[in-house]
């Protein structure tokens, strides 16, 4: 079974500083999707990225960068000039493309603050 | 475009009631996915509805259930609620296997009594 593994529960960044946030993951298959989602008090989950996992290129969405590692299962996600509105919890994803395993696995989640 | 819609916001229940919860997915969506979330578990899936079938299932009792409708809206219901079903249910859409991801709703909080 694919697991998710966040290891930093909480984090913290100033504003207009970068954090990296952890992600790693156990799978056997060798075509799949990663996301990081941003839950903020609202509840809504929000797609912040995504990564095909058959692309060697880091994905980029504005201020938002992953590193993929595909060999060593590591996901991270890197927000740089961090704003007050991306304090919030982040998740990330695993999703598998074959057969009938329409679903999302998750890690627990890292709380991020960002302090002005 | 609307996005995914869940309804009721909120809800408080009475041990061994059952619920029904509703979600509208964003149009031209057929996929729809629900979700747990609780403080101890995390996020857990529940099932996801294709074309009003059952493509896939999680790891929960029976007392919980879900279809799909012909306009791709879905139900979800939990009969003979326990305590331990207390928490944020979520819903997701997403246009078919979900390779572009899935747009979330902003969930139901069910809290049972």
């Known amino acids: 079974a694919q697991t998710v593994t966040q290891s930093q529960p909480e984090m913290s960044v100033q504003e207009a500083e970068t954090v990296t946030l952890s992600c790693t993951y156990d799978t056997s298959e060798s075509d799949y999707y990663l996301f990081w989602y941003k839950q903020p008090p609202s509840r809504q989950m929000i797609l912040v990225i995504r990564?095909?996992?058959?692309?060697?290129q880091n994905a980029t969405e504005n201020r938002f960068s992953v590193n993929f590692q595909k060999a060593a299962k590591s996901f991270s996600l890197k927000i740089s000039d961090s704003q007050l509105g991306d304090a919030a919890m982040y998740f990330c994803?695993?999703?598998?493309?074959?057969?009938?395993?329409?679903?999302?696995?998750f890690g627990k989640g890292t709380l991020l603050t960002v302090n002005p | 475009k609307a996005g995914v819609t869940q309804t009721p916001r909120y809800l408080i229940k009475t041990r061994g009631q059952q619920v029904t919860l509703s979600c509208s997915p964003i149009s031209g969506h057929r996929s729809v996915s629900w979700y747990q979330q609780t403080p101890g578990q995390g996020l857990q899936f529940l099932f996801e509805?294709?074309?009003?079938?059952?493509?896939n299932k999680g790891n929960f009792p029976g007392r919980f259930s879900g279809r799909q409708f012909s306009n791709s809206r879905s139900e979800m219901n939990v009969s003979t609620l326990e305590l331990g079903d207390s928490a944020l249910y979520l819903c997701?859409?997403?246009?078919?296997?979900?390779?572009?991801?899935?747009?979330f709703g902003s969930g139901t909080r069910l809290t049972v009594v």
């Open positions: 997701a859409s997403s246009l078919g296997r979900g390779y572009g991801g899935y747009t």
């Open positions: 990564q095909e996992a058959y692309k060697q």
């Open positions: 509805y294709f074309s009003e079938t059952q493509r």
């Open positions: 994803a695993y999703g598998y493309s074959g057969g009938s395993n329409y679903k999302l696995t």
